[in-house]
């Protein structure tokens, strides 16, 4: 299994951006879902957007995100990417990249449910 890696997190302060990147091995079979979910302690992983092959980028409608998270992908390099602006406190978390090769996680991308594989997660935290 070739890994999901994070990367371009860090300490940042509010209203600063950042932008994350997932890579992988452009030479193993294209993702049909690469997805961004995000988690603080004691609380469920919350979808913060995805990129489904020859659909585009899917954000999420939640208002603690949405007009600020940008998804965009690299599909030569089998990389996702997530810019985000206008960063807040409650932004704070571990952002991991998720991906699945298999068509149908298309239809439940928002979840965590199809993503068969997982990154180590990336620390982002913002300070007021």
């Known amino acids: 299994q070739v890994p999901l890696v994070e990367s371009g997190g860090g300490l940042v302060r509010t209203g600063d951006s950042l932008r994350l990147s997932c890579a992988t091995s452009?030479?193993?079979?294209?993702?049909?879902?690469m997805a961004w979910f995000r988690q603080v302690p004691g609380k469920d992983r919350e979808f913060v957007g995805a990129y489904i092959s020859r659909r585009g980028a899917r954000p999420s409608n939640s208002d603690s995100v949405k007009g600020r998270f940008t998804i965009s992908r690299a599909n030569a390099k089998n990389s996702l990417y997530l810019e985000m602006n206008n960063l807040r406190p409650e932004d704070t978390g571990i952002y991991y990249c998720?991906?699945?090769?298999?068509?149908?996680?298309?239809?439940?991308?928002?979840?965590?449910?199809?993503?068969?594989?997982w990154g180590q997660g990336t620390q982002v935290t913002v300070s007021s």
């Open positions: 452009s030479d193993v079979p294209s993702y049909y879902c």
């Open positions: 998720a991906a699945d090769r298999r068509s149908d996680c298309a239809g439940y991308y928002y979840t965590v449910r199809p993503y068969t594989y």
